[in-house]
C-alpha cells in the first residue's frame, strides 16, 4: 500500500537549481531503498541516483551523468527522500520519478514494486 508521490519539478535556466521531493504515504520510507529516475523525451527511464534502507541510510551511489551536481538525502522523520540538482545542464530535461528498489546498486535498478507515478517534469532551458 506504499505511495510515493513526486514533486518539486520546473522550469529553470542552465546552471539553476531545483529539489525534488519524493513523500511517502501508507509505510515509512525508512523500510525501503529509493532510486531516482528521469525519462527523457524519446529515451528510455534511466536510474541516476539511490540512497539505500536503514540501518544504512548514509549509503548512496549516483551515475556519472549527474556525479557532483545531484545530492540524494532522505529525511525520515518526514517521510521524504529528496533529490538537490545544481547546475543543471539542458540534457537533465526530462520526467523525474522516484521508486522503491531492491538494492543501492548502479546499473540494476530494479524494482521492489511494479508500479510509477505520474512524476515531476523538470525542463532546463534558457
Known amino acids: 500500500q506504499l505511495q510515493l508521490v513526486e514533486s518539486g519539478g520546473g522550469l529553470v535556466q542552465p546552471g539553476g537549481s531545483l529539489r525534488l521531493s519524493c513523500v511517502a504515504s501508507?509505510?515509512?520510507?525508512?523500510?525501503?531503498?529509493i532510486g531516482w529516475f528521469r525519462q527523457a523525451p524519446g529515451k528510455e527511464r534511466e536510474g541516476i541516483s539511490c540512497i539505500s534502507s536503514n540501518p544504512n541510510p548514509g549509503n548512496t551511489r549516483y551515475e556519472d551523468s549527474v556525479k557532483g551536481r545531484f545530492t540524494i538525502s532522505r529525511d525520515n522523520a518526514k517521510n521524504t527522500v529528496y533529490l538537490q540538482m545544481n547546475s543543471l545542464k539542458p540534457e537533465d530535461t526530462g520526467v523525474y520519478y522516484c521508486?522503491?528498489?531492491?538494492?543501492?546498486?548502479?546499473?540494476?535498478?530494479?524494482?521492489?514494486?511494479?508500479?510509477w507515478g505520474q512524476g515531476t517534469q523538470v525542463t532546463v532551458s534558457s
Open positions: 501508507g509505510d515509512t520510507l525508512d523500510y525501503y531503498a
Open positions: 521508486a522503491v528498489i531492491r538494492l543501492c546498486v548502479l546499473k540494476i535498478w530494479d524494482l521492489r514494486f511494479g508500479s
